[in-house]
């Protein structure tokens, strides 16, 4: 078995005709707590708005907190899932004879997505849009998301490398593109 490194974040393992490749997720633990600390205030907000509901309300007011509520239980999701992943998460790329294969895990959980090698084109860095909005927050550390590396399968355009520095997407890449040839 051979073992090589990119950086802090990124391990990747050969056994014969196979390579996984795992991207940490991890991030400072200030930050980890900062997110556990925005989680549980998010969390409580929401706990006291749920109250409201025990209360006999008026229409308009019952019909405003339901919405609230809803609002609320989808970030409630994102900033727990963001969490989560950066507490025990990584992205696991294996690539075989036949496949490449790609899995958000956290915890064991998730699912990889398989596609045959001869389906998979175009593999290259994310250009970078210094003026996009959406992509400067994909790349902040409390959400999950900023795909540093993409490819075409058919139509679709997928992406991995989850908000790596354009030195270490660069030094993944041209691995990859190498494994692949084989």
């Not at 025990?88 to 959980?109: C, H, M, N, P």
Request: proline content about 1%; overall charge positive.
């Amino acid at each position: 078995m051979k073992e090589h490194e990119i950086g802090d974040r990124i391990k990747m393992f050969e056994v014969g005709n196979e390579t996984t490749i795992t991207i940490s997720a991890q991030i400072e633990s200030w930050k980890e707590t900062l997110l556990l600390v925005w989680f549980l205030a998010w969390t409580a907000c929401g706990f006291f708005v749920a109250l409201q509901l025990l209360e006999p309300q008026e229409g308009a007011v019952f019909i405003f907190i339901l919405v609230y509520l809803a609002f609320w239980s989808y970030f409630e999701y994102k900033v727990a899932y963001a969490w989560f992943w950066r507490k025990w998460g990584f992205e696991r790329i294996t690539i075989d004879a036949q496949s490449l294969s790609i899995k958000r895990d956290v915890r064991a959980y998730g699912k990889a997505k398989i596609f045959f090698r001869e389906n998979v084109r175009n593999m290259q860095m994310a250009e970078e849009n210094r003026r996009s909005f959406a992509q400067s927050y994909s790349k902040s550390w409390w959400v999950v998301g900023g795909e540093t590396i993409l490819f075409k399968h058919f139509q679709d355009t997928l992406g991995f490398g989850l908000q790596l520095k354009p030195k270490e997407s660069k030094a993944l890449l041209t691995y990859i593109k190498k494994r692949l040839k084989r």
